[in-house]
């Protein structure tokens, strides 16, 4: 993805100061593990930039519909994502409170005074994204055996003791001490 540079203005540096900032993002991909999720249409996000005294903090939100693979059927997983943007950053120079803060929680400005989003509107979008995506809740997935896609009928299959095989069936007699 390319960037989303922010040129920070000088009326910006001063404390209280607030400026607001929107626009769309172009479709593009996401990785989130081992799951890929692309974005056909462009995402919208918006941002306030607020002047806290030593920092300017980063806050609003990005607004899309992201499209991924069911864990269970392998068909596509489309679903609406809404994700709260969130940054701090240190003005270099300028003291700012930190007592409650980790410093994983910021960063400082760059010296040329650029932002760039991407990174920020990634990061609210993983947050987001499902741990296992699914088409449906109750998305029967695909036949252990055959391989079809459960969702769109049964199948043929017979299966010993009802279970369908997997690599623990061998385990069923196991006499436990």
Request: hydrophobic share 40%.
């Amino acid at each position: 993805m390319n960037s989303i540079p922010i040129h920070i203005p000088k009326d910006l540096f001063e404390p209280a100061a607030i400026r607001h900032y929107e626009a769309e993002l172009s479709p593009f991909c996401l990785s989130v593990g081992i799951d890929e999720y692309s974005f056909d249409k462009p995402l919208h996000w918006q941002v306030d930039i607020t002047n806290t005294g030593g920092a300017l903090l980063v806050a609003g939100t990005v607004e899309g519909t992201a499209r991924g693979i069911c864990a269970r059927c392998l068909e596509d997983a489309v679903f609406d994502v809404v994700g709260e943007i969130e940054g701090y950053f240190l003005i270099p120079g300028v003291e700012a409170d930190l007592d409650d803060i980790d410093e994983d929680e910021f960063d400082t400005l760059p010296a040329d005074d650029v932002l760039d989003m991407v990174p920020l509107i990634e990061a609210a979008l993983i947050l987001e994204m499902p741990l296992v995506p699914v088409c449906t809740e109750d998305c029967k997935g695909l036949c252990a055996k055959c391989g079809k896609n459960l969702n769109e009928g049964e199948c043929d299959c017979v299966f010993e003791d009802a279970l369908p095989l997997n690599p623990f069936a061998a385990l069923k007699d196991f006499k436990f001490e």
